[in-house]
């Protein structure tokens, strides 16, 4: 059985207007090992189609193409990448060697792509190296190399995976004769070793130092002659390991890695632009965690763990009930008039598990035309409450809690009555409240300074008195005091949301402040979500130039494809060399997003800690983890078209393509 046996082979290719092309008519002929063939034509008599299909990179042709009696027109693809990859070696008139890599990656690329260890791939690179006289090159990159080295190097490439048919389309073609001489000496020595060498030439000197010389016109063969005589010793080799497993991630991103450093520039430049949007939405992100996180903490400061502050839902109705003096009050919740706590609710929020004990509270808020007065000085005072253990410890900046006929006041209700911090402490001021339409009047002792923490709230007066002294105050005047707000105080800070729960599920209304602040929050959040999505659009941005610059890239590497593709590489390994670029994109463009976000949420919060003692930009390690996800992905998606464009590229155009 001969090695390789063409019967018949017709190829068509097909021309504008359904038009076919017939480029090989009816070729019958069978090479053997140990065979140097010439295959001698005029330009376009159909020599390279002839490589191509024994070469198995183009199988739409009819008749039988036998390689150990196996045609190569019925393989599967698979199959045929199996060939090329461990049957044939490929040599080309321009070397084709792929600039980024070594000579010794280059050479032992078809290796790389079965994945063979890198201990043995540079033990058989050496091996082969020394064959073509470059071990001592190894190192070098193709273009520090000279014509016949190139071709020598893409012999040896060749030659790595101890294929049994070398193709060299015009090996020669672009070498002087003294380097021609050099290079068909190896070729010859290749053929003697017992392989089938099959060589393309127009050179008739060329031509006469091959075993057999067949002439091709017309796409059909009309001279098939002896030439020298070639003694063949066919030598043990030391059993290259075929067909392991296929090109490992990690090889995929180091071929990637190293292409992305010949173009340095760009891909940085792009990592750069991509990192942009990243930054930007982990820092509004970042920026509204921050700012949710100071309000709630500096309301949360002033809030007693075991307290649950339990109101009324509001009125149905605004009929003013003059009888209940809660109506003039219109609370927190300032839309709407506070409703009064009963008896019965009292009773059945005390009956709710883990609730201590229920304090009664009351608040009369702005418009009341409430005052304080000290001397000549009066000040309006926007909020009366009565104090309970809602107001901790913490609030209270100066003095104590209020005992019986004594009141705290804030700032702004200091400055309002010409006092300062520092005298205002035991002063007795005169308290008027409207009741009613009356004017209930009390003095107090001044026994504490409070503060909220909130710089807008220390603007205005407010005060606190006790429960039992304000429903003296209006016993006094005929007044029945109601409770508008009831603060549960729970045996334990950790049963306080149960108590929650279980007080909405009474129908009674939680905390106004809480409420405000989570609509507050609420806010925030759509406002962090608005500008997030606004700077989502340079993601969308980013992606585009990142599949622009993969896109360029698969175009500039078109030939290196084709060669790839040549040396047994499969769409799928082609495709993966492109992801893993789209990857490492991604992640250094993110890289540098979280790298940037982190340096701007450090001035930013240095100048806000600055101006506001608190830091706003609130940079998580989980925002960073998710800037970096999204980049990867995003990379990644954008790289889905070019590298499935990589993937799809007819091998044979590739090698063409100029
Ligand atoms: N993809 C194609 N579509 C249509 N025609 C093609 C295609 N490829 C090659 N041909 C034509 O087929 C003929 C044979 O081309 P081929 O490249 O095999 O010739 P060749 O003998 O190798 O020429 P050269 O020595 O110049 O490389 C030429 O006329 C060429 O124009």
New binding site residues.
């Given amino acids: 059985m001969h090695l390789l046996e063409l019967k018949d082979i017709n190829k068509y290719?097909?021309?504008a207007g359904n038009q076919k092309?017939h480029?090989l008519k009816d070729v019958n002929v069978s090479f053997d090992r140990g065979e140097l063939i010439s295959i001698v034509?005029?330009?376009?008599?159909?020599?390279?189609?002839?490589?191509?299909l024994i070469g198995g990179l183009d199988s739409d042709f009819s008749g039988q193409l036998l390689v150990d009696g196996q045609n190569i027109g019925e393989f599967s693809v698979k199959e045929l990448d199996r060939y090329r990859k461990n049957k044939v070696g490929f040599v080309f008139q321009s070397f084709n060697l792929i600039s980024h890599l070594s000579v010794l990656d280059n050479v032992t690329i078809a290796m790389t792509l079965s994945n063979v260890s890198k201990k043995e791939r540079v033990k058989r690179a050496e091996q082969i190296l020394t064959e073509v006289g470059l071990k001592d090159h190894m190192h070098k990159k193709p273009n520090q190399l000279s014509g016949g080295q190139k071709q020598r190097v893409a012999i040896a490439r060749a030659l790595i995976n101890d294929p049994e048919i070398i193709i060299a389309?015009?090996p020669t073609g672009a070498l002087d004769s003294e380097t021609t001489t050099q290079v068909l000496d190896l070729i010859t020595k290749i053929a003697q070793k017992g392989k089938l060498v099959i060589m393309?030439t127009?050179s008739e000197k060329v031509a006469a130092r091959s075993s057999r010389i067949v002439r091709?016109a017309d796409?059909a063969i009309i001279e098939d002659s002896e030439g020298i005589d070639l003694p063949v010793n066919i030598e043990a080799t030391a059993g290259v390991a075929k067909d392991k497993q296929n090109l490992s991630f990690f090889s995929a991103i180091k071929l990637a890695l190293n292409n992305m450093r010949e173009k340095f520039a760009r891909n940085l430049l792009v990592s750069i632009g991509g990192s942009i949007g990243i930054a930007s939405v982990v820092l509004m992100l970042a920026l509204g965690n921050g700012l949710t996180g100071y309000v709630n903490a500096s309301l949360n400061d002033m809030v007693n763990p075991l307290v649950v502050e339990v109101n009324m839902p509001a009125a149905e109705d605004d009929s003013n009930d003059a009888s209940n003096p809660a109506m003039n009050a219109p609370a927190m919740s300032m839309l709407k008039p506070a409703v009064a706590f009963e008896q019965k609710d009292i009773d059945t929020l005390t009956a709710i598990d883990h609730v201590d004990k229920v304090e009664k509270g009351y608040s009369l808020t702005m418009g009341g035309g409430n005052s304080a007065s000290y001397g000549d000085k009066s000040s309006s005072i926007m909020m009366f409450s009565t104090i309970s253990d809602n107001v901790s410890d913490n609030m209270i900046v100066a003095g104590d809690r209020p005992g019986k006929n004594e009141i705290i006041i804030n700032s702004g209700l200091i400055d309002g009555l010409g006092l300062t911090e520092e005298n205002a402490i035991g002063k007795e001021i005169e308290v008027a409240i409207v009741v009613n339409q009356e004017i209930l009047k009390q003095p107090f002792t001044i026994s504490g300074i409070y503060d909220t923490g909130m710089q807008q709230m220390s603007a205005i007066g407010t005060a606190y008195v006790n429960y039992d002294d304000l429903e003296q105050m209006m016993a006094d005047n005929d007044i029945t005091l109601s409770p508008t707000t009831l603060y549960l105080i729970s045996d334990d800070a950790a049963n306080t949301d149960a108590i929650k729960a279980k007080v909405k599920d009474l129908g009674y209304k939680g905390s106004n402040q809480e409420a405000m602040l989570s609509q507050f929050t609420n806010i925030l959040d759509i406002l962090t979500y608005v500008l997030t999505a606004i700077s989502a659009i340079s993601l969308i941005v980013s992606a585009i130039m990142i599949l622009v610059v993969l896109y360029i890239s698969v175009v500039e590497r078109t030939q290196e494809i084709g060669v790839l593709k040549a040396i047994g590489a499969r769409s799928k390994d082609i495709r993966r060399i492109f992801t893993s670029e789209a990857f490492l994109i991604g992640l250094f463009s993110g890289l540098i997003g979280i790298t940037f976000a982190g340096v701007i949420a450090y001035f930013v919060n240095m100048a806000s800690d600055a101006t506001f003692g608190a830091a706003v930009v609130g940079l998580t390690w989980e925002y960073l983890a998710l800037g970096l996800i999204i980049s990867i992905i995003i990379s990644m998606i954008s790289g889905l078209i070019p590298a499935s464009m990589a993937a799809r590229l007819d091998p044979?155009?590739s090698l063409?393509h100029e």
């Fill in positions: 290719y097909k021309i092309f480029v034509g005029e330009s376009g008599s159909g020599k390279s189609t002839l490589m191509n389309d015009e393309v127009h091709i796409g044979v155009e063409r």
